[in-house]
């Protein structure tokens, strides 16, 4: 930290944004100089005299190209913020300063926002950022807007830039004065939740002001306006990325909760008569839950200062929050409630799909015996699958396991488990493949590829998108048969049953007598829906499904969705990560993206197709 802002600093500073280097230093009485690479605007905000106000400070460290400093120390930033404002308007053509305050006293009648622009010259920038205030919503309370004149920037003893000089190296001062609804007006305490969330909205609406000024007052053309957002993410970001992902490596959910006598309990239930519910044991527990729950919420999420990456390690620690409160509860009724919280339950609407798919598509006939496909030559499929990714990402480091310990097929970390017991239809063995390796490891695998662990670990509520995804990639290639429609519908049903308080033994019989499932399929799915004590994940395949084909529908792109293992509504927050470079291309495409003669069926999904349609 420096004494003073020297003429000395203030040339280091100017030369290194000419060179197009980062600047971040520290100023006098804890200021901080932040500008992530030379930009053509700068946001400001002076602690007022005698007691600072950090939280309106805060505001500024979602922005890319910021400065905090003290009002008494106008006479030293004057300099500096001219110096600044000269380099990058002779780089780009023009330059924008916007500077942040908080209104006094908190008055009843103040307004939520209030605008400081110039009269006569460039209102659209004015009014471009009144309108995305005013476009903020926030429970229950009024958004207001005033727009002012910036006259008070631009006298003393706060000016930092003379009128004149503005005119002349085309600089723009404009001011935000925010309505403080942030802290509690007679105790001065802070309101953590609505302050964050402001926040990340005022960022949002500076950066939208920005762009509308860059695109056409300067030579910087950004292609959108998250691109105005921070590059450079600082070394916190990365050690929360992971710590949180070495908590999520400690277990493997899914193989925690599947139960490992599945034959057995099979047979005991088969000799009951399927009128006694079995009994399911499961691997022992490799974990303290409650000790990895401390070590949870010791990381300091809230050092992140960046609004989105805040959003996304929360969203993440809140999820592995539920998963380790199911781990300790499983097989107990209580494991039931925390799986609802975490994979949702079934809505009357998805409800309605699922019956109308078991009451349309008539039951099987079954003549002779299925050719079913020899685990060996499944796995060599699959290995040749996963030889393919990896001649697009060499670093794919993937493979098939064989266990006794494992139902079916389950992708874990990356890698293929397939039952000793597998019974795979020789007709659905490129499906499941395209479901399992084209689909789970690929999107473990591009997630990898990206600095954010998160994105292959997996975002809260990834399940969705990621079975619907791998449900589709089977109709893609012509393997999404009536069998298999039936059985995901057959999941939504029982998971609703589940859900109403049916147990195990009902819900077997149901699907039985009620929609004509042979003894092993009712069983089947009756145990993945019961196992751990009641998990509702099985309802996301539909689920995840019928979202999809609503997203293509509405001309979306099916690609960017495999870029990890994300749900839906990241798409925004990837794809501003993406403007901002933080994250990169994903590197592997699935081999129907690939294929030509599936295009076709690509376009059809964007002319509008429903789950009947798919057969």
């Known amino acids: 930290m420096i004494e003073s802002i020297t003429d000395s600093f203030i040339k280091k500073i100017t030369r290194s944004l000419k060179r197009g280097k980062q600047v971040h230093r520290r100023l006098p009485q804890g200021g901080l ?7 053509p605007f700068l946001v400001l905000f002076r602690h007022p005299a005698g007691e600072p106000d950090h939280p309106t400070a805060d505001f500024l460290k979602a922005n890319a190209s910021y400065i905090i400093a003290r009002q008494e120390q106008t006479e030293e930033l004057r300099p500096l913020v001219q110096s600044i404002a000269r380099a990058m308007a002779d780089e780009f053509g023009a330059f924008m300063i916007i500077e942040l305050t908080a209104a006094p006293d908190n008055p009843a009648e103040a307004p939520l926002f209030k605008v400081l622009g110039p009269e006569k010259h460039l209102p659209t920038t004015t009014e471009t950022i009144a309108k995305e205030l005013q476009s903020i919503k926030l429970t229950r309370i009024h958004t207001s807007v005033e727009v002012e004149s910036n006259e008070p920037l631009l006298q003393e003893p706060l000016c930092l830039m003379p009128e004149e000089d503005l005119k002349k190296h085309s600089v723009l001062m404009m ?8 802290r509690n007006a007679t105790t001065g305490k802070i309101y953590p939740l609505l302050l964050r969330t402001l926040r990340e909205k005022v960022a949002n609406a500076i950066k939208k002001t920005v762009f509308d000024f860059v695109s056409v007052q300067t030579t910087h053309h950004p292609v959108h306006f998250q691109a105005l957002g921070r590059q450079s993410v600082n070394r916190v970001v990365w ?11 400690q277990f493997r959910f899914l193989l925690l909760v599947t139960p490992v006598n599945n034959n057995e309990a099979w047979a005991e239930f088969r000799k ?10 499961y691997r022992l527990m490799p974990i303290d839950a409650d000790h990895l729950k401390r070590k949870l919420y010791n990381i300091s999420i809230e050092k992140v200062d960046d609004p989105t990456l805040g959003y996304l390690f929360r969203d993440k620690r809140h999820e592995l929050d539920k998963m380790l409160t199911m781990l300790s509860d499983r097989n107990t009724p209580d494991f039931l409630y925390s799986s609802m919280q975490l994979y949702g339950t079934v809505t009357d609407q998805l409800l309605k799909v699922a019956e109308g798919i078991l009451a349309t598509i008539p039951e099987p006939e079954r003549s002779g015996k299925p050719d079913i496909i020899p685990v ?20 794919l480091d993937s493979g098939v396991d064989v266990r006794d310990d494992v139902v079916g097929l389950i992708v874990s970390k990356g890698r293929l488990n397939v039952g000793t017991d597998a019974r795979i239809p020789r007709h659905r063995a490129e499906a499941l493949i395209q479901h399992e390796v084209g689909t789970h490891i690929l999107t473990y695998f591009n997630g990898k590829a990206q600095p954010l662990h998160q994105l292959y670990v997996g975002s809260p509520g990834y399940e969705e998108l990621q079975e619907g995804l791998a449900v589709l990639s089977e109709w893609l290639v012509g393997g999404l048969d009536q069998d298999r429609m039936r059985i995901l519908a057959a999941r939504v049903v029982a998971v609703y049953h589940l859900t109403k308080g049916c147990s195990f033994v009902d819900n077997f019989w149901r699907l039985k007598d009620e929609y004509h499932f042979d003894d092993e399929t009712a069983w089947n799915v009756a145990m993945r829906v019961h196992r751990g004590g009641g998990l509702t994940k099985d309802a996301v395949y539909l689920r995840g499904l019928v979202h999809l084909l609503n997203y293509l529908k509405e001309g979306n792109e099916l690609e960017p969705l495999l870029i990890g293992k994300i749900r839906q509504d990241y ?9 901002r470079n933080v994250l990169r291309p994903m590197p ?4 129907y993206l690939l294929d030509s003669s599936i295009r076709p069926k690509l376009e059809q999904l964007k002319t509008g197709i429903s789950v009947f349609n798919l057969l």
């Open 33 to 39: 100089l932040y500008i992530d690479r030379p930009l």
């Open 571 to 579: 798409i925004p927050i990837v794809q501003e990560l993406i403007y």
């Open 376 to 395: 060996p030559e499944f796995v060599a499929q699959a290995e040749r699958e996963i030889a393919f990714l990896k001649e697009q990402y060499p670093d």
């Open 272 to 281: 009951a008569k399927y009128n006694k519910p079995p009994t399911f044991h």
């Open 588 to 591: 592997i495409k699935p081999r």
């Open 175 to 182: 001011g935000l004065q925010l309505k403080p609804i942030y």
């Open 239 to 249: 050690r929360i990325d992971k710590q949180l992902t070495s908590i999520s490596d």
